[in-house]
């Protein structure tokens, strides 16, 4: 298991939820998903500014199988080679799948998981200090402690604070619905472990000592999150957050009649992946691709080249 100091100078940069992209058939296409990886670090991907997140909820690992998460998990630590730092989603309503997924991941050399209690149920504080305490009895690997608040449990501070007593604990990715509640726990976190920005306020945890964000954007435009990254290390917050906002906001404003008709993550990043020229493939149940339409296909396309325009 990685120690918090060796993970400190791993996870810098862009954590990017990569796509899983998925056949007309319904099978995962392990060619594509490599495709896309190996384009990005085509791109410029390096350790220091980019880490891959793999079958986790931008992956669609809802609907996937264990088996099926298993693979593609595998398929990106293939292509990754050592050379991008690489979390893998470990959430399951069995905590049975969880376990194989995490010692999965120890032999195919997975920095750490992503780790949040089970999701259906409402959260009680026992039952998630309960599920990973179990976990961690059965793997030796990283745990990146996630607080997944907008699926119905909002973690409060001081649990998160007796999960990190378990060993196996080396990550928060962090995000609240508050504001204070955000920079409360960053405070409290980012002395014990490495916190991972999960929100819209990347300035923010950046001048508080955070060195990572994350986007859905470098699935198919990388360059902007790297542009971020670097000013924001640089310590240029306002021309960062600027940076930010130029793709961000409109971004925000195109995928938003997609969020309203239908579930999922990767349904709304796949139209910029073809933008781009990338395999995205279609998605899995709940989420329906025919809710983006030709017009809005054509505003990603716009949307990538303005992105381009701007960032040269």
Known sequence: MLTVEELRKRWQGVVIPLVTPFKASGEVDLAALAANVQWIMDQGARMGNTVFLAAGSGGDFTSMSLEERKMVIGTVCEVAAGKIPVIAGSQSNDIRDCIAIAQFCEKAGVDAIQLSGAYYYDGRPGDAIGWMKEVARHTSIGFAVYNNWYTGYDM????IDEILNIP??????????????????IRRFNERVVVVDNSL??????????????????NFYPQHSWKVHELFMAGKYQEGKREWDRCIVPWRKLIAPIQAQTGGEGVFVRPGMAAAGLNGGVSRFPSRD?????????????FLELCKAGGS
Do not use: C
């Open 156 to 159: 409060p501070l001081d649990v």
């Open 168 to 185: 196996n604990s080396i990550a928060v990715k962090w995000g609240s619905p508050n504001v204070r509640t955000f920079m409360d726990g």
């Open 201 to 218: 306020l990347p300035e923010v945890a950046y001048m508080m000592g955070v060195k990572n964000h994350i986007s859905h954007l470098p």
């Open 290 to 302: 025919e809710v983006v339409t030709p017009e809005l296909r054509r505003q990603y396309a716009e």
